[in-house]
């Protein structure tokens, strides 16, 4: 199976700030790299696909990058709705596997 | 506007069954692959089973080879996850979730709420 590792695990930031956020495959993935957001009481919502591409509907100042082993989603500027906890998923090859998360909190 | 409302979750003891139903509305159901992703208390989150559009092909994760059956019914626009021969690491939310697949990707692109199964004696 593959192996999707997050970090942080947790992060405190500021309404404002760049958040930047680090998913790691142990193999290569291409760009099967998803990013999910997480809040409670709510159902999950896509955020990004394919890597880079934003889902309909998802605010611009979420973006994510990368190819092959290594990936990151960034929100440029931190807004109060944000707060959360992110998913990364791979869906390159079965199982289908995600990373264990990332807490954003209020700092 | 896709929605997906689960049901069918509940308290059952180690050993039991349970069904879990989504119905599905606001997209066209039977061109879609459906998805069953779960999430243990605390934990994060973890892939079930799909089963495409025409129901020919399901694939489901490891530890519920055997145990577990998606199934899928067009006409009520509705999924399922027959779940047999249950065990206390069984225990979780279980998301119905569409999946969307596309030339160079695949992803879940909207999920329901999510039922609660607890397997507990």
């Known amino acids: 199976d593959i192996q999707m590792t997050q970090s942080p695990s947790s992060l405190s930031a500021s309404v404002g700030d760049r958040v930047t956020i680090t998913c790691r495959a142990s193999?290569?993935?291409?760009?099967?790299l998803n990013w999910y957001q997480q809040k409670p009481g709510k159902a999950l919502k896509s955020l990004i696909y394919g890597g880079s591409n934003l889902q309909s509907g998802v605010p611009s100042r979420f973006s994510g990058s990368g190819s092959g082993t290594d990936f990151t989603l960034t929100i440029s500027s931190l807004e109060p709705e944000d707060f959360a906890t992110y998913y990364c998923?791979?869906?390159?090859?079965?199982?289908?596997?995600f990373g264990q998360g990332t807490r954003v909190e209020i700092k | 506007e896709v929605e997906l409302v689960e049901s069918g979750g509940g308290l059952v003891q180690p050993g039991g069954s349970l069904r879990l139903s989504c119905a599905a509305s606001?997209?066209?159901?039977?061109?879609?692959?459906m998805t069953w992703v779960r999430q243990a208390p605390g934990k994060g989150l973890q892939w079930v089973a799909n089963?495409?559009?025409?129901?020919?092909?399901?694939y489901y994760v490891d530890p519920v080879k055997g145990r577990f059956t998606i199934s899928r019914d067009d006409a009520k626009n509705s999924v399922y996850l027959q779940m047999n021969s249950l065990r206390v690491e069984d225990t979780a939310v279980y998301y119905c979730?569409?999946?969307?697949?596309?030339?160079?990707?695949?992803?879940?692109?909207?999920w329901g709420q999510g039922t609660l199964v607890t397997v507990s004696s």
């Open positions: 193999q290569t993935i291409s760009r099967y």
């Open positions: 998923q791979q869906s390159y090859s079965g199982p289908w596997t």
């Open positions: 979730v569409r999946l969307r697949f596309g030339s160079t990707t695949n992803y879940f692109d909207y």
């Open positions: 089963i495409n559009h025409n129901a020919i092909e399901q």
């Open positions: 606001g997209f066209t159901f039977y061109n879609y692959w």
